[in-house]
């Protein structure tokens, strides 16, 4: 082992620590008692249920990452990177084709090791809670949907990047960011269309009160939206949830049947003036920018990475090329990922908060939305006393009962500023 491969095993261990410790606070934090802001909405079986659903998929996320780590330190120390190279090259496909059959290999292997947790998560957990309304069928279907588009997209844009670093020197990153770049921002406007109808159904909202309610108040606030539609999130679970995707005229307000059927209109109406808050305060396109500049810098430190053969040493591999580069890149970049999650979660809450606050003074109401979230909180199971350390590591939304308590002061503040 030399000094590389010993600190990419130690951060990799620091990362598996930092998650474990946070798990195991999550669960030490977990309140007995029920909090009063959540009595007229959880009764003390719902929140003990809640509360051993927490428990529950906490659990199986320590045993699934436990297992994770442990099979790549295994294949790692057994020279598994460095015999699949030498099987792979021995087909003589080139550096592209030998790239693409080494990486799909992997993420294959890696796939079918995940099955067995995914179904035991779809058709185990989720359905001793409840939630699971998967059919084997619609599993299996699923899952060869996202093999075939992974193939179908992934495929030549992977083989984009490893043509980009290994035929265009030096300033190979820039084209390979310049591709995934444009590939990500026609994906907001393909997807919500060609893309995502693949797997749900999406119909027009019919319900004419609610429609009515949210096309208005879009109206009030200036923004255009072609049409509000349902998707049979149903068909999957019970949870609910609404989000928005596309822009311009391809811009979709998208509704869980779930959701419709659990909320009142104008509980509907807050949480659609939520989201559409992130869009009239450009949350969205700072969102997107982030993401652009991270795929950047991503990018160039795989282009000094490239340059490292001590880093290909690392994980026992003779011959370095740009294919083992960017997976072993992947792997050294997880414990970095995981330290610039806190700052950028921490933004993202503050998002959240933003428009929340949005939706009460647009609305002139907190009650529907705090109604809302509560029966969302609810019916999700949501976990009400979250460890801040969890939150820093894990949460893009902030805790409920902050949310609610700076809900509550916007309306105050709008009661006196009127």
């Known amino acids: 082992m030399n000094t590389y491969a010993a600190l990419i095993l130690a951060a990799l261990l620091a990362e598996y620590v930092l998650n474990l410790g946070s798990d195991l606070l999550n669960l030490r934090h977990l309140q007995p008692e029920l909090p009063a802001e959540f009595r007229d909405t959880f009764d003390e079986a719902e929140y003990e249920r809640a509360q ?7 659990r199986f996320g320590l045993v699934s990452s436990t297992f994770g780590l442990a099979v790549l330190l295994v294949f790692w120390f057994a020279g598994g990177f460095e015999g699949l190279d030498t099987v792979v090259r021995g087909w003589g496909f080139g550096p592209i084709g030998t790239g693409l059959c080494y990486i799909g290999l992997l993420v294959l292997g890696r796939g079918l090791l995940a099955l067995p947790f995914s179904l035991y998560s779809t058709f185990g957990i989720e359905e001793r809670f409840g939630f699971n309304e998967t059919t084997p069928r619609t599993f299996a279907l699923d899952l060869l949907k996202s093999v075939a588009l992974g193939v179908a997209l992934g495929g030549p844009l992977l083989a984009a990047i490893l043509w980009f670093f290994q035929s265009t020197g030096p300033y190979g990153w820039v084209y390979a960011w310049a591709v995934v770049t444009a590939v990500m921002l026609l994906l907001q406007f393909f997807a919500p269309r060609y893309l995502m109808p693949l797997f749900n159904d999406f119909e027009p909202l019919e319900e004419e009160a ?14 255009p939206v072609g049409e509000v539609y349902v998707m049979d999130g149903s068909r999957r ?3 609910a949830n609404a989000f928005f995707t596309g822009f311009g005229g391809n811009r979709r307000i998208v509704l869980f049947d779930t959701l419709v059927e659990q909320l009142s209109v104008d509980e509907l109406r807050s949480v659609v003036a939520h989201e559409m808050g992130h869009y009239k305060l450009n949350h969205i396109p700072q969102r997107i920018a982030t993401s652009v500049v991270q795929t ?6 795989l282009s000094l990475f490239l340059q490292v ?13 740009v294919y083992t580069g960017l997976l072993f890149f992947g792997l050294v ?3 970095v990922d995981l330290l610039l999650s806190i700052p950028l979660n921490a933004w993202a809450r503050r998002h959240e908060f933003q428009a929340d606050r949005f939706a009460v003074e647009t609305t002139d109401q907190d009650g529907p939305l705090v109604g809302g979230l509560k029966r969302l909180a609810e019916t999700n199971l949501s976990n009400l006393t979250p460890h801040p350390l969890t939150v820093a590591l894990e949460y893009s939304h902030p805790p409920l009962s902050q949310r609610i308590e700076q809900i509550r002061a916007a309306a105050r503040s709008g009661s006196t500023a009127a």
């Not at 609610?210 to 923004?223: G, N, P, Q, T």
């Not at 053969?309 to 090329?321: K, N, T």
Request: hydrophobic share 35%; no cysteine; charged share 15%.
């Open 52 to 58: 051993a659903y927490t428990r529950t998929t906490t």
């Open 210 to 223: 609610l429609r009515e309610s949210i096309l208005s108040y879009a109206d009030s606030v200036d923004f």
């Open 237 to 239: 679970s019970n949870k």
């Open 296 to 301: 950047g810098v991503l990018f160039l430190l």
């Open 309 to 321: 053969e001590g880093l290909f040493q690392a994980f026992y591999v003779d011959q370095p090329s």
């Open 333 to 335: 970049y997880s414990p």
